[in-house]
């Protein structure tokens, strides 16, 4: 055999062999690609995404679109060619697992952690579209999460509304950490709270809650990353009474990041006019019950994905900003908002069709 032909076949031989090996050796990576976007003034699976009873409402027009990002599971164990492949690819991105599993979180922590988180930024949603309304909203601190193995188990649970710790009345979900971090590992610590059985009843009653309970709890140390600490083993959150029904429906999504989108939703069916004056808006970002606005993951395929559908502009969070301006998929204006505020000032800029001082993303922003 030519020495030529027998090098070639040794080197497709050898190319073979490494292609085969790359199918089968495991990386420790993941892949995030462009997901759903869905329009919040707009129907999914046959029903609006947004439904207001009790409240006069208004026509819309145009979109506000909420943008997602698809994620291999937490088990799927990626090989070396789809990663080398993913890398090559504009639509996708490759992140090490770590990134979207952290802590070893199994498929069924991770989903139940982004319902969670999906739950609460549809409340803050409501609260921020509201206030910005003026219309008023009774909010209080309730146990969000307990512990399983932590001091609190079986003393306090989810639902549970926070009058005090200490005596000390509690007004914010911050002010319950700070009253039990007073303590020591192993001392006392006295709640003050509603039932959340009780709560419930009073909600549905129109009442207000006649039974509280002081509950008693032995702190322990913490046993996380930060500074040693005394904990009972609960996370603190906020609940609200709102006074007519906003509905939000969306399943098959999670996570938080939807929060500013479903509140510009809210603001528009709410008032006359349009938000969008007819335009394809999409956009990304969590919100807290003030209207600030957060940074999400996965900006890049949310812009990708948002352009794919149509959208003209983009409200980004500011601190995506930078990230998103790196790659700008053609057509598509990333619009810089900090609140809901911003965002509304955008938008009026939008429909009027006057941009030219809109409040552009930059790689520097």
């Known amino acids: 055999m030519p020495r030529r032909t027998s090098t070639m076949l040794a ?96 498929e069924e922590q991770s989903t139940q952690e982004n319902a969670e988180e999906f739950s609460q930024s549809q409340e803050s949603a409501k609260v921020a579209a509201l206030k910005e309304l003026d219309v008023p909203v009774k909010s209080w601190v309730i146990v969000s999460t307990v512990v399983k193995g932590s001091p609190a188990q079986g003393k306090l649970h989810a639902g549970d509304v926070i009058k005090a710790v200490d005596g000390t009345a509690v007004k914010e979900p911050a002010d319950v950490a700070e009253l039990v971090t007073k303590h020591k590992p192993g001392q006392k610590v006295v709640f003050t709270i509603v039932p959340a059985k009780e709560q419930a009843a009073a909600e549905k009653e129109k009442r207000t809650p006649t039974k509280t309970e002081k509950v008693t709890i032995t702190t322990t140390t913490s046993d996380d990353t930060g500074r040693k600490r005394a904990i009972v083993g609960i996370s603190a959150g906020t609940d609200h009474t709102f006074p007519f029904t906003i509905d939000i429906k969306l399943a098959d999504v999670g996570g938080p990041s939807a929060g500013l989108m479903f509140a510009l939703g809210i603001y528009d069916k709410l008032t006359p006019g349009s938000l969008t004056g007819g335009k394809f808006v999409a956009g990304t970002g969590t919100i807290d019950d003030s209207g600030k606005v957060g940074p999400i993951g996965g900006i890049e395929m949310k812009t990708v994905g948002a352009r794919a559908k149509g959208a003209q502009y983009f409200l980004t969070p500011a601190d995506n900003c930078a990230a998103a301006a790196t790659d700008t998929p053609s057509g598509l204006t990333l619009v810089k908002v900090n609140t809901i505020d911003d965002a509304l000032n955008a938008l009026k800029d939008i429909r009027s069709g006057d941009t030219a001082d809109l409040p552009k993303c930059t790689t520097k922003s």
Do not use: Q
């Open 11 to 106: 080197s497709t031989l050898i190319l073979i062999a490494l292609l085969c090996a790359g199918v089968f050796i495991p990386v420790p990576y993941a892949e995030m690609s462009p997901g759903p976007t869905v329009n919040t003034l707009g129907d999914h699976d046959g029903e609006p995404v947004l439904h207001i009873s009790g409240r006069k409402t208004y026509g819309t027009s145009g979109h506000l679109n909420m943008t997602t990002v698809r994620v291999t599971s937490a088990d799927y164990r990626m090989n070396l060619v789809e990663a080398v492949y993913g890398w090559l690819a504009h639509d996708n991105k490759v992140v090490p697992r770590e990134t979207l599993y952290p802590d070893g979180k199994t």
